[in-house]
């Protein structure tokens, strides 16, 4: 009989490799992102069980993707109901994981269906505010919003680090999550860019 912890660490690992065998850009964007945000929560203070649930949330983002993966890769930028049905992967993501993991942390469940909101109400689907968005849901979006930039997509390449601070620096993103990326000493952004620029 598995303990709880174990029984967590198998789903998890059963969703990444769903994912892995569905997505492999989606993948491996997941999981640097759960490492970012590792990072950034260990250097934003953050202890056990918080970190785990941070890092889960950030390694889990992005799974309902699984679900539109031929639309996701294509090589063009997106067309308008494309792009729309692609702002429902966090829902749809919450939904798959639910299906078997019942009792997922609520920071993991916000983090991942809080992901694509903005502190300004720039983001989606529901444009939300700073008063509705975690912390959890911070952390994930600059991590995922950083990796994102800072990699080859099928339909771009890598911007520039110029592009990324400009990006980071609009009210949209939690300012001190930024800091704790950009700042020199934790070694974040050079660390995760070093082969990009
Ligand atoms: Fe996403």
């Not at 997941?30 to 929560?41: M, N, P, T």
């Not at 983001?123 to 509705?132: C, I, K, R, S």
């Not at 800072?150 to 300012?175: H, V, W």
Request: glycine share 6%.
């Amino acid at each position: 009989m598995l303990n709880k912890t174990m029984q967590q660490e198998s789903l998890r690992n059963f969703l990444l490799s769903v994912l892995e065998r569905c997505d492999k850009g989606t993948f491996e964007h997941s999981i640097r992102v759960g490492k970012i945000c590792e990072k950034l929560a260990l250097e934003l203070g953050y202890r056990k069980p918080q970190v785990s649930y941070i890092t889960l949330a950030g390694l889990l983002h992005d799974v309902g993707k699984v679900f539109m993966t031929e639309m996701v890769n294509y090589p063009r930028t997106l067309e308008d109901k494309e792009r729309y049905m692609i702002s429902y992967h966090p829902q749809l993501g919450i939904r798959f994981i639910s299906i078997n993991w019942t009792d997922l942390p609520s920071e993991v469940n916000e983090g991942i269906i809080l992901h694509h909101e903005r502190l300004n109400g720039s983001g989606y689907p529901n444009n939300l505010t700073a008063v509705d968005i975690t912390m959890t849901a911070r952390i994930v979006a600059v991590a995922d919003v950083f990796d994102a930039m800072s990699t080859k997509r099928p339909y771009r390449a890598a911007l520039s680090k110029y592009d990324i601070l400009r990006e980071l620096s609009s009210p949209g993103y939690d300012q001190n999550v930024v800091y704790q990326l950009i700042n020199k000493k934790n070694n974040i952004f050079e660390s995760f860019t070093q082969n990009q620029f």
